[in-house]
Nanobody, 126 residues
């Protein structure tokens, strides 16, 4: 199994920035890619971004493209989500997750991720 621990959430003003971290441990070799998802109150879990461990290829939801940057540090088994130009619509609990597949289509769906972190709250408010 893979253990995932998120950190870095908090309260930020609109237009501000925040960086989330996700530390992976355990059977990390079974992880092909890592993704970030978010869930706002009363809504379903939404894809945010994903990155592959081997090549560092990145993928983003249209809603965050150009504002968020996902990256992976292989040596530290850690992925990051740099969030810039935040808006109130970005308010949600953010989860990191591990994906055991290399099919790029699977990166966009939460159903293909088999391990999840506990989530970290991000609140964007003035």
């Amino acid at each position: 199994q893979v253990q995932l621990v998120e950190s870095g959430g908090g309260l930020v003003q609109p237009g501000g920035s925040l960086r989330l971290s996700c530390a992976a441990s355990g059977r990390t070799r079974s992880s092909v890619a890592m993704g970030w998802f978010r869930q706002a109150p009363g809504k379903g879990r939404e894809f945010v971004a994903a990155v592959t461990w081997s090549a560092g290829s990145t993928y983003y939801a249209d809603s965050v493209k150009g504002r968020f940057i996902i990256s992976a540090n292989n040596a530290q088994n850690t992925v990051y989500l740099q969030m810039n130009s935040l808006t109130p619509e970005d308010t949600a609990v953010y989860y990191c997750a591990s994906n055991p597949t290399y099919n790029l289509r699977s990166l966009y769906s939460s159903t293909y991720y088999n391990y999840w972190g506990q989530g970290t709250q991000v609140t964007v408010s003035s």
